[in-house]
């Protein structure tokens, strides 16, 4: 299955009922993905803030990694800088039309992070997921890379009930 794919069907069997309820998912097709592959970074202008040891780029952003694409206005790069070596990204900040899509899905939202240290994709305001002609609507995604669990829910940023999860399932022709 695919990384929403769970979602759908785990959201589906829940019937949608809880308000605040998390709706939980096994697996994700994320599991598993390479958080040391490199990451990809592109966009209009970029500020370098070394001593503060940031990045921020700004102006239709683009951060690949692997079959992941996050793409937003502005995205803020906090890194490491070891003794020897090149800086290691530790987290991505992303703000305004945040856009989360891998080969079959799609996910936008209004902010994004991504944690490369704790391998945790999570996103947060208005999350609209689709797969096809299904689509799922909540208020905060988070995908745990690195056992494939992925939650949705309407709690608001602050932890507070919000909206309720609500979805639209395409149903196959039965003959």
Known sequence: ???????????LLAGL????????????????MDSKAPIDVDADRIDVLDQQNQAIFTGNVRVRQ??????????????SRPAKGD???????ADGNVRLATPTERA?????????????????????LT????KVNG????????????????????????????GRFAVPDRK
Do not use: C, H
């Open 87 to 93: 800086p290691v990204i530790q987290r991505l900040d």
């Open 66 to 79: 692997g079959n992941l694409t996050l793409e937003a206005d502005r995205i803020k790069v906090a890194y």
């Open 17 to 32: 009922a809880a308000p605040t309820m998390a709706q939980g998912i096994s697996t994700s097709a994320l599991r598993g």
């Open 139 to 166: 208020n905060r995604l988070t995908i745990d890379l690195a056992s494939g669990r992925s939650t949705l829910d309407g709690r608001t940023s602050s932890g507070q009930p919000g909206s309720r999860v609500s």
């Open 108 to 128: 936008t939202s209004r902010f994004g992070i991504y944690d490369v240290d704790k391998r945790v994709l999570t996103l947060i305001g208005n999350v609209v």
């Open 1 to 11: 299955m695919t990384l929403f794919s769970r979602t759908f069907a785990a959201l």
């Open 131 to 134: 797969q096809g002609t299904t």
